[in-house]
T-cell receptor, first 117, second 113 residues
Framework: GAGVSQSPRYKVAKRGQDVALRCDPISGHVSLFWYQQALGQGPEFLTYFQNEAQLDKSGLPSDRFFAERPEGSVSTLKIQRTQQEDSAVYLC???????????????FGEGSWLTVV | AQKITQTQPGMFVQEKEAVTLDCTYDTSDPSYGLFWYKQPSSGEMIFLIYQGSYDQQNATEGRYSLNFQKARKSANLVISASQLGDSAMYFCAKCSGNTPLVFGKGTRLSVIA
């Protein structure tokens, strides 16, 4: 596609429910990032993939958060047993090149807005 | 730790005037990249401009320019001839080598007619 596509755009989940957020990066992009953005804050890094390899998951806040990119394109962020503090916008981003390249632009999707009630 | 500081939570500017949004950063990396993104109320992060740490000249993209002062570790965004559509959150971000993009807390810009 022309840009990074995320779905669903909006999700309301009951506390304790599992949710899955999908990201379609720009076609051919090697790197894929997930960020969490709380209301009024800047995005916080969650995890990074280079192709299908998850190279960095240091930002995942707990073992309830899990991400995968099995074929090196589409990625899914899964949150198990959601809590109210998980309410945030989840942003996916992609970059044409891989690790070690700080110069290539990172493009973001419109985000998935999660509200846990 | 990589840290990006945006000291202005909110800024107002008159339409058609220029405005500067401040950004300073911590780093011990010899090579890094600095980015500015615009986030309107729709939520999408829109890439505006990029500055590489070894670039000799300040980056410019249309009405956006980056005032890069390497010794002071600052990368201020200048928006010239502000338009009503420029009203949004603006984020400064940095990445280097194997470190993912790190963002500041953002500045909310309001353009007044």
């Amino acid at each position: 596609g022309a840009g990074v596509s995320q779905s669903p755009r909006y999700k309301v989940a009951k506390r304790g429910q599992d949710v899955a957020l999908r990201c379609d990066p720009i076609s051919g992009h090697v790197s894929l990032f997930w960020y969490q953005q709380a209301l009024g804050q800047g995005p916080e890094f969650l995890t990074y993939f280079q192709n299908e390899a998850q190279l960095d998951k240091s930002g995942l806040p707990s073992d309830r958060f899990f991400a995968e990119r099995p074929e090196g394109s589409v990625s899914t962020l899964k949150i198990q047993r959601t809590q109210q503090e998980d309410s945030a916008v989840y942003l996916c981003a992609s970059r044409r090149t891989g690790e070690g390249d700080s110069g290539n632009t990172i493009y973001f999707g419109e985000g998935s807005w999660l509200t846990v009630v | 730790a990589q840290k990006i500081t945006q000291t202005q939570p909110g800024m107002f500017v008159q339409e058609k005037e220029a405005v500067t949004l401040d950004c300073t950063y911590d780093t011990s990396d010899p090579s890094y990249g600095l980015f500015w993104y615009k986030q309107p109320s729709s939520g999408e992060m829109i890439f505006l401009i990029y500055q590489g740490s070894y670039d000799q000249q300040n980056a410019t993209e249309g009405r956006y320019s980056l005032n890069f002062q390497k010794a002071r570790k600052s990368a201020n965004l200048v928006i010239s001839a502000s338009q009503l559509g420029d009203s949004a959150m603006y984020f400064c971000a940095k990445c280097s080598g194997n470190t993912p993009l790190v963002f500041g807390k953002g500045t909310r810009l309001s353009v007044i007619a």
